[in-house]
């Protein structure tokens, strides 16, 4: 049996691990997000909680000899992650970048070495399927000779990996992701929907207050863009055997737009600016503004008091100062470019432009036209939603417009609080306008942790069906017991002593019922009778119908229930009943008491214990 | 040039190659900063600034020798290390010593420096840089 559930994020532009060991108590099933060793520099190996989803193959010259020694492979042949990413901004025909977007475009052969793609002859290639198999790969030997390794943990290739992968991936997307998996040494493999993973880590970060928000028929619209995808998706909330499922009723096309673009964008916007006065920019200083309009744009949405961020280029070469260009970026630049230029207030039924199509046209990813992502959601809610199989049961509105109850982010992009709140006013508008209530503050689904959310959830949703799954009901957090006197001969100055009977066991579900149907006990009616209560949070194990004797510190007492249990007006007697209990759908136990002539009394006490919302 | 095979020699230069890669501080110190006003220097400077403070606490932790607030009064205990602390003005008497702390020293806590370049590679503060279209 694997140790270990691993949840494997491979995004568009970076990957992420997270795990969880089953064999620890389940008290705190710790989810964590694993650190990845990689170069940053020739040179320099250091940990990220990413890896950036970069391949870079070198050529004689790019790297001075030995620079690229990692701990377990002195010469690799290729460099994979952040330093990747580096060199291959300074030296594009040799890097491989989105190869996962590559592995959902039929256009093209996917399992023919094509990246990167239109290199020069002189590169050597590889599929998207390998591209895949090597970061796979990757995170395969970082877990086996990191710590992992040292600790004499199992190899990655035994553990259970949950691997998710877009929505829209095509069965065929997906049967080469699995091979792509195959390839890297993965036994057991199960692929998740990101979409589905993002609400697993959104249900994570909630603990048991999520029941509170959502409930089976909701339906939950999963807005994720990251660095370079947008992809949305229609999830129903719904229950099996009183197991939560997630079921996917709609999917959008894996659009290609998101923050590389936002940035790209504002990077355009000054160069211009700077251009028109007398400022000449070459493409160095075009990534450099490129990064700084990011940092710049990330500083802007995290404090709104700030209206704007210097961006200074250094001249190139050895004219540093001499080189020197002034900007800044300004919040009105940020709405203008970024807010109304990506998400745009429109009505649902403006549709994204398709730009009049040339006849011929070059081969290459399928870049996005139009860049407004408000019109993306808008044709999803509408055109797409339309034309799934599920469409019947979905919430609509009276022009045939998908109406979520809740929206759930994901996403680097969703971090800022300022797009968000734009999404939701527009959605919001095509409700109302549909006739249905906008979505309030308890609707809007936010995972902590936005990078890292789709490998977490993964690993939550591993272990969720390692057990019982998510259940829809809560079920009890600890054990209950009701305190039964122990029939012995009395003796001065001592208590007779308690035993306790089981009646209600750990995670026993609101809305059951239990009875212990063998044994009677001698129930004290017509006269005032002390009920005693006792619970553990430790003994997880006793089932209904134990009676314990001996439990050292293992249960405590609550405060006992007085009450007079009523019987045709006769006093203080002793009925022999068997034993019922209910947890109410409301969180209360009822004990009930059922004597041999079918007579019945109720004690009742509330369980259910607040959690945080 | 004869390079004195020393470690020590490597160190300080991949202390200076890593303040240049990160933060362009050699670039900085090399040019000739007199014909430009104030206003464009300043620009330049604030980005090398935050960009080699990144360095400094990345790779070589600093940290003061007394730390406390400058123009202050500060006890300075007996067996001091002198090369730790220097005293001015008027020294004299045994310590304790009180006096106002001009300066708060810096020394160093950790240093983290990658692994040092294979070769030739030691003796590069920055490589040239060769475009080709």
Same mark, same amino acid.
């Given at each position: ?18 795990? !969880? ?34 391949? +870079? ?72 399927? &390998? ?15 990191? %710590? ?25 997307? *997906? ?100 251009? @028109? ?15 700084? !309009? ?28 001499? =080189?020197?260009?002034?900007? &800044? ?17 429109? @009505? ?13 046209? &070059?081969? /290459? ?32 509105? =009276?022009?045939?417009?998908? !109406? ?30 549909? /006739? ?14 936005? %990078? ?11 272990? @969720?069906?390692?057990? *019982? ?11 209950? +017991? ?46 005032? @009778? ?18 314990? %004797?001996?439990? /050292? ?54 369980? *259910? ?5 | ?133």
């Amino acid at each position: 049996m694997a140790k270990y559930i691993i949840g494997i994020d491979l995004g568009t532009t970076n990957s992420a691990l997270a795990h !969880c060991d089953v064999t620890t108590s389940e008290e705190k099933n710790q989810i964590e997000v694993r650190s990845i060793p990689q170069l940053v520099d020739p040179n320099e190996v250091a940990e990220r909680t990413l890896l950036p989803s970069f391949l +870079y193959i070198p050529g004689e010259f790019d790297f001075p000899n030995g620079s690229l020694a990692l701990p377990w492979d002195l010469e690799p042949k290729l460099v994979i992650g952040e330093l990747a990413r580096k060199r291959g901004a300074e030296i594009p025909n040799r890097l491989v970048a989105s190869a996962k977007s590559w592995l959902s475009y039929a256009a093209v052969n996917r399992s023919a070495p094509i990246l990167p793609w239109q290199a020069p002859e002189d590169v050597p290639k590889l599929s998207p399927v &390998e591209a895949s198999s090597q970061f796979l790969q990757y995170l395969r030997t970082v877990w086996d000779s990191g %710590e992992a390794g040292e600790k004499g943990q199992p190899a990655l290739a035994e553990q259970d990996v949950f691997l998710t992968v877009p929505a829209s991936f095509d069965e065929e997307a *997906r049967e080469l992701t699995r091979r792509a998996a195959e390839q890297a040494g993965y036994d057991h493999v199960t692929l998740l929907e990101e979409p589905q993973a993002a609400f697993y880590a959104w249900l994570e970060s909630q603990g048991d207050a999520w029941r509170h928000r959502i409930k089976v028929g909701d339906l939950v619209l999963v807005c994720d863009i990251g660095g370079g995808t947008t992809d949305f998706s229609l999830i129903m909330v719904s229950e099996e055997n009183g197991e939560l499922t997630l079921k996917r009723v709609a999917v959008g096309d894996h659009i290609l737009l998101g923050g590389d673009n936002m940035d790209l964008a504002l990077a355009r916007f000054l160069q211009q600016r700077l251009e @028109a006065s007398g400022n000449r920019i070459d493409i160095w200083q075009l990534q450099s503004l490129w990064h700084q !309009c990011r940092m710049a744009k990330e500083k802007l949405f995290e404090s709104s008091k700030t209206q704007t961020r210097p961006i200074t280029l250094l001249g190139k070469g050895t004219k540093l100062v001499g =080189g020197t260009i002034k900007t &800044e970026l300004a919040r009105e630049d940020l709405n203008q470019i970024l807010v109304e230029g990506f998400f745009p207030k429109v @009505a649902s039924d403006e549709l994204p432009a398709r730009q009049r199509r040339v006849g011929f046209q &070059e081969l /290459g990813l399928p870049y996005a036209a139009d860049p407004a992502i408000t019109k993306h959601l808008a044709r999803f809610l509408s055109e797409q939603v339309r034309n799934s199989p599920e469409a019947a049961g979905i919430r609509s509105g =009276g022009s045939g417009l998908a !109406c979520p109850t809740h929206i759930l982010f994901n996403g680097g992009v969703m971090k800022a609080a300022v797009l968000r709140d734009r999404v939701v006013e527009v959605l919001n508008s095509w409700l109302r306008q549909e /006739g249905f209530e906008a979505l309030g503050t308890k609707q809007i689904l936010e995972a902590p942790d936005l %990078e890292h959310a789709v490998a977490r959830g993964a690993a939550y949703y591993g272990m @969720a069906r390692r057990g *019982r799954g998510v259940r829809i009901r809560s079920g009890a957090s600890r054990t209950y +017991y009701i305190g039964i006197e122990s029939s012995m001969p009395a003796v001065p100055g001592m208590e007779a002593p308690l035993k306790a009977l089981c009646v209600v066991s750990f995670g026993m579900e609101e809305g059951t019922e239990a009875s212990i149907p063998d044994r009677e006990f001698g129930l004290v009616v017509g006269e005032p @009778a002390e009920f005693r209560f006792l619970s553990s949070s430790v003994r997880k194990q006793d089932q209904v119908g134990n009676l314990l %004797e001996d439990w /050292g510190d293992d249960i405590e007492e609550r405060s006992p229930l007085q009450v007079t249990l009523k019987l045709d007006g006769q006093l203080g007697k002793i009925v022999p009943v068997r034993l019922e209990t209910r947890v109410t759908e409301l969180g209360t136990l009822e004990v009930w008491c059922v004597s041999r002539d079918g007579q019945r009394w109720k004690l009742e006490l509330n369980i *259910r214990e607040k959690t945080k919302r | 040039m004869e390079r004195p095979a020393s470690e020590a020699f490597d160190r300080a230069v991949q202390m200076l190659a890593l303040l240049q890669r990160d933060g362009r501080l050699i670039d900085f110190l090399a040019e000739n900063i007199t014909p430009y006003p104030d206003a464009q220097l300043g620009a330049a400077v604030r980005t090398i600034h935050e960009a080699c403070r990144k360095v400094l606490e990345h790779y070589v932790k600093l940290e003061p020798i007394l730390n406390s607030e400058e123009d202050q009064p500060v006890t300075v205990q007996g067996g001091f290390d002198p090369a730790a602390i220097k005293l001015l003005g008027n020294v004299t008497g045994e310590p304790p010593i009180r006096g106002v702390l001009r300066h708060k020293g810096w020394h160093v806590k950790e240093v983290n420096l990658p692994p040092l370049p294979q070769g030739s590679g030691r003796m590069v503060i920055a490589p040239a840089e060769v475009e080709l279209s």
